[in-house]
């Protein structure tokens, strides 16, 4: 199967930032769209952003500005810089990717396991 490593959360000051890392490994024949989730306990999962296989973005209204996502191809891995972190950012954040593999060729959805991000004085 395929397995989502995510890195690079923490604590961190208002206006602050990090830099979170996802490396997809495991039976992958292409990767397409990649994104980065967030959830807030109580909240539903909301898309914060997604990148395409061609490198096309789309972003959450609340993160244009702030957040730039990128993706490495060939080491199957997708980034989200956060920049001018605000407190309303805290949230675990979750990598996604749609993954064809290569036993049915079919695209699957996976996901991290998360990683927290917390921004607090």
């Known amino acids: 199967q395929v397995q989502l490593v995510e890195s690079g959360g923490g604590l961190v000051q208002p206006g602050g930032s990090l830099r979170l890392s996802c490396v997809a490994s495991?039976?992958?024949?292409?990767?397409?769209?990649m994104g980065w989730y967030r959830q807030d306990p109580g909240k539903q999962r909301e898309l914060a952003a997604i990148i395409e296989k061609d490198g096309t973005t789309n972003y959450a209204d609340s993160v244009k500005g702030r957040f730039t996502i990128s993706r490495d191809n060939a080491k199957n891995t997708v980034y989200l810089q956060m920049n001018s972190l605000k407190p309303e950012d805290t949230a675990v954040y979750y990598c996604n990717a749609d993954v064809r593999t290569p036993a049915t060729m079919d695209n699957l959805d996976f996901w991290g396991q998360g990683t927290q991000v917390t921004v607090s004085s």
């Open positions: 495991g039976s992958i024949f292409s990767i397409y769209a």
